[in-house]
């Protein structure tokens, strides 16, 4: 138990320090190197004669090897002072890297993008086909440590949840962030308990649905040290609702007679991932956009303060531990040390930088995050097997994802419409 409890201590602090590494050299390139090139610039779609021109063009492959040298470097000093086995590392991280770009390759492509599915489901695709399919040798798992790369991933997140987020939703979008968060939460908890899933379970569910879908998802897997297989299946689900949703949402909102302000409040409030909300958004008008996007903006920035309340609330109570009353040394001990970095990282962002460098720096650190999430998923897919994603056990976990996404449709319609119906 007090091993297991201190490596996981010295993890945490190793993802905080690989994070904080790609933030201090990003920011630095830009405030005293400006000329400098982006050292990261993913193109946002391509089809074609593109992928010939932009992906595989010299500069752009150079890019690419560099930052999956500077992140090997990172992730082998960061599990070696962790006390992981690097003796084969880089070879693996290689691979695992080159699917993480396979997936970013598939999920940027004109046809996929018009979908909105992120990256992160195809990372875990490919890595499922390959678990399911084939048996990895062993060497090849010394690079598999998703914890460590979603931890990582979440501290550079950060920089991408800032304070002034706080001030565009203005009164209202925090009142409705707030109260949708907070009661869609304990519901979604209720009613996955109520049809005896879980606490892990039911505490990753609960937050996908309440507060921003997979980002929520991911934060509190790493707040409770959750099981990456129930992860990966709950961004499935996430994942997968949210097209429908994307589709349906904003022909029901016309078809219901509502303002620009109300559908893009409900919207944003509702559908689980940023780039669904901005496809829903637009369909209805630049007003429902800019709403949803708001919202949506503001339940984001309230994932730093749920992902702390659950770690306090999962540490505290015990859940999983065979203590039967932790002291403040053993609520400290579990403490998820990413959340201090994910909370760092936005202070510095939010207010000691100028703007400029937040806008240039922000987009930069954002590619890496998707970088390291991608990696993360890819690892997930390759240490789970698709009897239990579709498991009898798990139908419980989506049936209770359905109905708490039905009942916060609901509650987010009546607080959107109370507030902003003017």
């Given at each position: 138990m007090i091993f297991s409890v201190k490596?996981?201590?010295?993890?945490?602090?190793?993802?905080?320090?690989?994070?904080?590494?790609?933030?201090?050299?990003?920011?630095l390139i830009y405030e005293y190197v400006p000329s400098l090139p982006m050292l990261f610039n993913p193109k946002e779609k391509w089809s074609g004669t593109e992928f010939l021109t932009g992906f595989l063009s010299r500069p752009n492959l150079l890019r690419i090897v560099y930052i999956f040298l500077a992140f090997a470097i990172l992730a082998w000093v960061g599990l070696k002072l962790a006390g992981k086995p690097t003796n084969r590392f880089f070879g693996s991280f290689a691979i695992i890297t080159l699917l993480a770009v396979i997936a970013q390759v598939v999920s940027t492509h004109t046809s996929v993008k018009a979908l909105s599915l992120e990256t992160v489901f195809f990372s875990i695709l490919i890595g499922l086909l390959i678990s399911n399919t084939m048996k990895l040798p062993g060497w090849i798992k010394q690079a598999v440590q998703s914890e460590f790369y979603i931890k990582t991933g979440l501290v550079l997140l950060?920089?991408?949840?800032?304070?002034?987020?706080?001030?565009?939703?203005g009164a209202l979008g925090l009142v409705q962030?707030?109260?949708?968060?907070?009661?869609?939460?304990y519901l979604a908890f209720w009613i996955a308990r109520?049809?005896?899933?879980?606490?892990?379970?039911?505490?990753?569910?609960?937050?996908?649905?309440s507060i921003c879908g997979v980002s929520a998802a991911i934060a509190t897997c790493g707040a409770i040290k959750g099981d990456n297989k129930k992860l990966s299946y709950v961004i499935s689900l996430v994942l997968i609702v949210a097209i429908p949703m994307m589709i349906l949402m904003p022909y029901l909102a016309k078809w219901m007679g509502l303002t620009q302000e109300v559908a893009g409040?409900?919207?944003?409030?509702?559908?689980?991932?940023?780039?669904?909300?901005?496809?829903?958004?637009?369909?209805?008008?630049?007003?429902?956009?800019?709403?949803?996007v708001i919202i949506k903006s503001a339940q984001n920035v309230l994932l730093g303060l749920a992902a702390f309340?659950?770690?306090?609330?999962?540490?505290?109570?015990?859940q999983g531990a065979t203590v039967e009353k932790p002291t403040a040394r053993i609520i400290w001990d579990r403490f998820p040390k990413f959340v201090i970095g994910f909370i760092l990282a936005s202070v510095l962002f939010s207010f000691f930088l100028n703007p400029e460098t937040v806008k240039q720096a922000g987009d930069t650190i954002k590619g890496y995050q998707n970088i390291w999430f991608s990696i993360a998923f890819v690892c997930i897919g390759l240490e789970t097997r698709f009897s239990d994603i579709f498991s009898a056990k798990n139908r419980k976990p989506m049936y209770a994802f359905l109905l708490a996404q039905l009942f916060n449709i609901v509650i987010t319609f009546v607080v959107a419409w109370l507030l902003f119906n003017f």
């Open positions: 490596r996981s201590f010295h993890e945490d602090w190793m993802a905080v320090f690989a994070g904080f590494m790609i933030i201090a050299l990003t920011v950060g920089t991408t949840v800032l304070f002034s987020n706080i001030m565009k939703a962030a707030l109260v949708v968060v907070i009661s869609v939460w109520k049809m005896k899933v879980d606490p892990e379970m039911s505490t990753m569910l609960a937050s996908a649905v409040a409900w919207i944003g409030g509702t559908i689980d991932t940023t780039g669904a909300v901005v496809a829903s958004g637009t369909v209805i008008g630049e007003t429902a956009q800019k709403y949803a309340a659950i770690s306090i609330y999962w540490s505290y109570s015990g």
